[in-house]
């Protein structure tokens, strides 16, 4: 394929050598003169393992040729990548004047081709980028529609400096947001051959994916060397421990707790990160990360009071209570805390959970009930039913197999959802829907 990329930096650079390598005629286009003459020389923009070795072969191979001429460079390609910088403002937001600029080139480019042709975004952008800056460059610029007169797609890039090549050869995934079929194949013929899934996907999540994988490195780093000064504070190796904490792939290094949903709680999340915390205080060792987490997971429960306030009714009804399916647990719910809230701000509120229910019946959690939290014990019923006929607004906060299909069947056209545990969509019948994280 002839494939043409914008900017020469880290991305730009490997992938022109890796594209070049792999059989692609590649023209190159960077405002820099300097990078391009070294590229004509044979030699990288960049340090990099493996690097020098591969751009020199592919330049000699005479598949990479490099120009700072835009429009030259649209005319002679099928693709183009676009991988300019994106480095922050002072605010923190994300200085996009060069992928601005490069999309209103490339457009202006567009209008003159008759070819279609298909423009393929690298660099990593906020969301939304797509759409009000590089469609918006491209289309103003060329006249033409996205999707109709040319090809558009963002596919993020998934390397690391320092083993770019390696990187770029098995990402974990190739992944394409389009709306656009075409573009989509035509990238497929480009990474169908990794060893890796290609998933096709929509733009807004595509833009998103980069920035929660980056988000969740950063996480994982902090988490460590949190834990890690904490353990130092005690005399225990910190390596030691992290080491034993990545043994267990089946709740820690794995999808358990990483899917969107309602906020935690129970006995013992609170209760040890608060304690674990404490530890910190206790040593002189500040631990930012971990010290936010509740606060992060309050914010969450107040995100979900928003959602019923701005309904503006006054019946409320819950479906579960305790702090996770298939226990009665009732301590530190954060169901809990939503129906104190609501009771507190004096919303009509009935609460159906059939776990506490029955521990009501059996005594296990009477106790507890009746006299840590009377006022909400007294809300509670054993009718599922009533508490969906009540509710102006239903709080699902549990949607076990043989629960969803009664509240589906059971909802009603007028009646607003909040669903805080992805409720099956199909058979509700209410005319809101508000999921708490989707
Ligand atoms: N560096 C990485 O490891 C990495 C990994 C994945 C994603 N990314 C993302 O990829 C993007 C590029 O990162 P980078 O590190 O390669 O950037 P970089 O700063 O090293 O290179 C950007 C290049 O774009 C050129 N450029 C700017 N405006 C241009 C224009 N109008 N036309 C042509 N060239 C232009 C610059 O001269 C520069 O050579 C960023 O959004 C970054 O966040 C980077």
Redesign the pocket.
């Known amino acids: 394929m002839k494939i043409s990329i914008?900017?020469?930096?880290?991305?730009?650079?490997?992938s022109m050598a890796c594209l070049a390598r792999d059989g692609h005629d590649v023209v190159g286009?960077?405002?820099?003169p300097h990078?391009l003459d070294l590229i004509r020389s044979g030699r990288s923009?960049?340090v990099e393992e493996g690097i020098q070795e591969l751009t020199a072969q592919v330049v000699a191979s005479g598949k990479v040729r490099v120009t700072?001429d835009?429009a030259e460079a649209v005319r002679a390609t099928q693709l183009s990548f676009?991988?300019?910088?994106?480095?922050s403002s002072p605010n923190g937001s994300?200085d996009l004047?060069?992928?601005r600029?490069?999309s209103e080139?490339i457009g202006a480019a567009l209008k003159d081709k008759g070819d279609y042709h298909t423009v393929v975004m690298?660099?990593?952008?906020q969301p939304g980028s797509m759409d009000e800056v590089v469609r918006a460059g491209l289309e103003s610029a060329s006249g033409k529609k996205a999707n109709v007169d040319f090809g558009l797609g963002f596919q993020?890039?998934?390397?690391?400096?320092g083993s770019?090549i390696k990187d770029y050869d098995n990402p974990p995934f190739t992944v394409i947001g389009t709306e656009d079929e075409r573009a989509a194949n035509v990238l497929r013929e480009v990474f169908g051959h990794l060893q890796c899934e290609y998933i096709v996907t929509s733009i807004g999540v595509a833009e998103l994916l980069?920035y929660a994988c980056n988000a969740f490195h950063a996480v994982k780093i902090t988490f460590a060397n949190e834990i890690g000064r904490l353990s130092r504070s005690v005399g225990v190796d910190g390596r030691a421990v992290m080491d034993l904490v990545c043994k267990d792939t089946r709740l820690n290094i794995s999808p358990v707790y990483l899917k969107p949903g309602f906020a935690f709680g129970g006995s013992c999340l609170p209760k040890d990160l608060r304690a674990l915390t404490y530890v910190g205080k206790q040593n002189d060792v500040t631990t930012p990360m971990l010290g936010n987490v509740m606060g992060s997971n309050r914010a969450h429960i107040d995100h979900a009071l928003e959602l019923v306030a701005q309904s503006g009714k006054r019946k409320i009804g819950m479906v579960g209570l305790s702090f996770k399916p298939g226990t009665d647990d009732l301590r530190e719910s954060p169901l809990v805390a939503v129906a104190e809230r609501l009771i507190g701000k004096g919303y009509d509120l009935r609460i159906y959970d059939p776990e506490v229910n029955l521990s009501r019946l059996l005594g296990a959690n009477k106790r507890y009930i009746e006299h840590s939290i009377p006022h909400i014990g007294s809300l509670m019923s054993q009718d599922c039913a009533a508490v969906i006929d009540h509710a102006e607004v239903l709080i699902v906060g549990l949607a076990g197999r043989e629960l969803a299909p009664t509240i589906a069947e059971r909802t009603r056209p007028g009646q607003i959802v909040v669903d805080l545990v992805g409720l099956p969509r199909a058979g509700v019948k209410a005319t809101e829907y508000h999921g708490v994280c989707w």
């Open positions: 914008f900017g020469l930096g880290y991305v730009g650079a490997v286009v960077d405002l820099d990078k923009p960049i700072n835009v676009i991988c300019v910088g994106t480095p994300q004047s060069a992928v600029r490069v080139q690298r660099s990593t952008i993020p890039e998934f390397l690391r400096e770019s980069k």
